[in-house]
Each structure stands twice: as C-alpha cells, then as structure tokens.
C-alpha cells in the first residue's frame, strides 16, 4: 500500500485542531477513567438484557410492553447522544461529561424506586440520554492523546460497546435470577457515583470551545421529534399496520419535523448539524452503516436471541443468567480482545476496508443463525464470529470513522450523529422484529435482520475517506 492510498483510507486524527498530547501516567488514569465512564453507560443495556422476563414479571406488565425498557432506552440515546455530544463542543468535554453521568445517576434511582412501568420507563429514558458518553469520550481521545495510540485505545473503548467483557450479561441474569431486576440497578448506581468522582478527578480540564456561537437548541428540538416519530411510525406500522390511522399520523410528524430541521440549519451560524455535511459521502454511509447495523446484528444478539433462549414452549427454555452465559457473554468477551487489534489493524489498512471486511463476515454470520435458529450450539458458534466481526471490527470501524470523518471545524458533529445513529438503529430494530419475536416467529424476525445487515454492506461501498490534512478551524 502507497503512502497516499494509506491517508486516503486512513484519515489520522491530527486533523483535528487539538492541544499538545498527554502522556504517561495522566494519560493512564485519563484512559481508565473514560472506560469507567462508558461502562456506567453500557451496563444499563447489556446488564439489563437478561432481567427483562423478570421485569414483566415483577411489574405484571406483558412482555411487549417491557420490551420498551429496551427500545426506548435506545431511543433516547438516539436523542440524547447528539445533543449532549453536540453541546460538548460549546461547553467543554468534562462538564458534558458531567452531565451524563448525572442523567445515568438520578435514572438509576428512578428504576431502582420504580413501583410500576411508567416509572421505570421514565428512569431508562433518562439513562439512554447519556449515550453520549461514548462519543464524547472517542473526541477527548483524539483530542488528547498521541496519534499512534488513538486507533488501539479507541478499540479498547469500542469494545464496551458489545458489553462488558461479557461478564456483565452473566451478572445481571445472576440478579436477576437471584435478588430481582432492582439489584442491577443498585450496581450500576455505584459505578455512575464512582465514575462522577473519577472524571472530575482524572480528565483534563476545559480549555477554550472547539466551536463559537451559541448550542442550536430548536434544530435539537426538530431532529429529535423527527427521530421519535420515525420510530414510533416504523413500531406502529409493522404493529398495527402500515395504514393504520396512527401511522399515518406518525409519518406525517417525521415529515414535517424532519423538513423544519432542514429549514431551522439552513438559518443557523452554528447549525446542530449542517446540512451540506449530510448529503457528503464522507459522513451519510458512516450514519447509514451505523444505523443499520444496530438495527440487524445489535437487535439479534441482545433481543431476538434473548428471549428465543429464555422460550419455554418452542425455545431452548433456559434460565436467564445461563442465556446471558450462552449468548451475550462469548461475543462480548471476544469483542473486548478483537476491538484493541481491529483498531490497530485499522491503523494500519485503512477504516473502510476493515470495515467492509467486518460486515461480510457478520451477515454470514447473521445467514447461519437465520437458517438454524433452533439449534443452540450452532447459534453460539455463529455468535463468537459476531463477537469478531461485529463486536471487534465493525463497531471499532464505525466509531473510529465518526471521530475520524467529522468536520474539522465541529470535531463532535459526527460523533455525535453517529451516537444518534446507535440509539436510534438499536430502537428501530427492536422495534421491527419486536412484533414477531413475541409471537414467536423468531425465523421470520432473523431474516428480517439478515435483509437489514446486507443493506448495512450496501451502505459501506458508498462511504468515501476524508482528504488528510484538511486545514482546522
């Protein structure tokens, strides 16, 4: 590989206008901090997994119900992650920081108090809003430490995305069956405290704004309810039908929001996303792949497999700390050691075709799965390939590129778009195979992600690199 094929697939981070690098021991304790943030973030989605039979027990609400503890949980991410990730640029990484780790803090004390589901649901929007975590702490890593340690420490922090070492699905389905779903809850509070304590202590204080002007809070305003509608009409039509009076109702409100965004960033100095970025072939695949994949492979291994293990009548009938065991762990675990070298490998080959390479090994993946779905042994095997593919390479990749693609003079806006495209994908495809998984139509609901992830692919051969060294704001 030339020189200049090398910088056309791998963009460096040093096109980003940051300080002298930090190393050394604050550089370890800044690291460490940072993943003791996201995990505060990743426990409250690959933790509670596992407790959701015992959520619709306990709260005697019907499982297609509580499958909203999971789908708005995502949603809000898709809200809040790019608004607080977007904010970061106004108001500094560690305050925003801050604030997300106070969101997960008093939405943990809601679930933990919750006497029904209402409550509970309120407390998981307030956690999912805190997704933004991620995001935020990929730009401080850019902005912060040296070059060559970005894409191996990137992956190291990738690789909580896919849960927590896997050790976390294991213990939430061991409190699960154990204490209850409240016990999770008390863990993850202590860590969002410790966290709190440990960023104030460890990350780097605030120096002058990446971005001037003012936070674009009604572009914030129109995108999110766009993002609500869009995913209440895709929830409501595949429920209800796709004529039904409400979806109608809710397509007509992502049309509407979605255009007085449009006309809302036209007007704005210092838009919350621009929109000439959107139409760029260096920022829309990135989103598009990010989406879709949380739609197909995210939804497979953290839902349809889920509740398919814990099926009395045609799944394998397990207990809920043996299916977090069987199907949430491996991949994760094998994510936290592939991450860090997909990283590097990325570094080295180019973040497009790493991540090209990711997907087509997880739609094969996501095919085998489609076509044994009954056959447990045969799922697990397929899912230590996700745990490579997926939980190693694509979500390294993805995120990787939303640091590494945004524009120079908004260093947050594409991670933070693409924390939106997270929160979002995971929801919306929660939200389409959610009314055939709990009609037990789990072949259906696979194939259905298998079409999600080949679009995923499709999305990848349109993803062109950002020129190197683009001047900085």
């Not at 994510?335 to 087509?360: D, N, T, Y």
């Not at 490579?388 to 590129?401: D, K």
Request: charged share 10%; net charge positive; with cysteine.
């Amino acid at each position: 590989m030339t020189k200049e094929s090398s910088m056309q697939s791998s963009p460096s981070p040093a096109v980003l206008d940051r300080p002298e690098p930090i190393r050394g021991i604050r550089s370890v304790a800044m690291v460490a901090t940072l993943i003791l943030t996201v995990v505060a973030f990743q426990l409250n989605s690959s933790m509670i997994t596992p407790a959701l039979p015992d959520i619709s027990k306990q709260l005697g609400a019907p499982m297609d119900a509580v499958s909203q503890v999971s789908s708005l949980f995502f949603l809000a991410g898709a809200v809040g992650g790019i608004i607080l990730a977007r904010w970061s640029d106004f108001i500094g990484r560690k305050r925003a920081l801050l604030i997300v780790l106070g969101l997960i803090a008093l939405g943990t004390v809601l679930c933990i108090i919750s006497p029904n589901l209402t409550v509970l649901l309120i407390g998981r929007v307030l956690q999912g809003a805190s997704s933004a975590a991620f995001q935020i702490s990929y730009v401080i890593l850019a902005e912060t430490l040296p070059v060559a340690v970005f894409p191996t420490v990137l992956g190291v922090l990738t690789a909580i995305n896919g849960g927590v070492g896997g050790v976390d699905g294991w213990i939430g389905g061991l409190l699960a069956d154990a204490f209850g779903f409240r016990a999770l809850f008390v863990v993850i509070l202590v860590v969002a405290v410790l966290a709190i304590v440990c960023v104030a202590l460890a990350v780097p204080r605030d120096g002058a704004p990446s971005s001037t002007g003012r936070m674009d809070w009604w572009g914030a305003a129109a995108l999110s309810i766009g993002l609500i509608c869009l995913t209440y009409f895709v929830s409501t039509g595949s429920g209800q039908g796709w004529f039904a009076p409400l979806t109608l109702v809710f397509l007509a409100g992502t049309i509407a929001a979605f255009l007085a965004f449009a006309a809302i960033e036209k007007r704005r100095t210092t838009p919350l996303v621009a929109v000439q970025h959107l139409r760029s072939r260096q920022v829309w695949p990135v989103l598009a792949v990010t989406v879709l994949t949380l739609s197909s492979v995210f939804t497979v291994i953290n839902f349809t497999i889920v509740i398919l293990s814990q099926d009395q009548a045609v799944g394998y009938g397990m207990n809920a700390s043996t299916s977090a065991l069987m199907y949430l762990t491996p991949p994760a675990l094998i994510g936290l050691a592939a991450a860090p070298l997909s990283g590097w490998l990325a570094g080295r080959f180019g973040w497009i075709p790493m991540l090209r390479v990711g997907m087509v090994l997880s739609i094969a993946a996501l095919v085998v799965t489609a076509v044994f779905p009954f056959s447990q042994w045969t799922v697990f095997a397929m899912f230590v390939v996700l745990g490579i593919s997926y939980n190693g390479v694509v979500l390294t990749t993805t995120n990787g590129l939303g640091v590494l693609q945004s524009p120079s003079e908004a260093p947050a806006i594409l991670p933070s778009m693409n924390s939106t495209g997270f929160g979002f994908g995971a929801s919306l495809g929660i939200a389409i195979v959610a009314p055939f998984v709990v009609t037990g139509s789990y072949t259906l609901a696979l194939w259905i992600s298998v079409g999600i992830s080949v679009l995923a692919f499709v999305a990848s051969l349109f993803l062109q690199p950002k020129p190197a060294g683009r001047p900085t704001a």
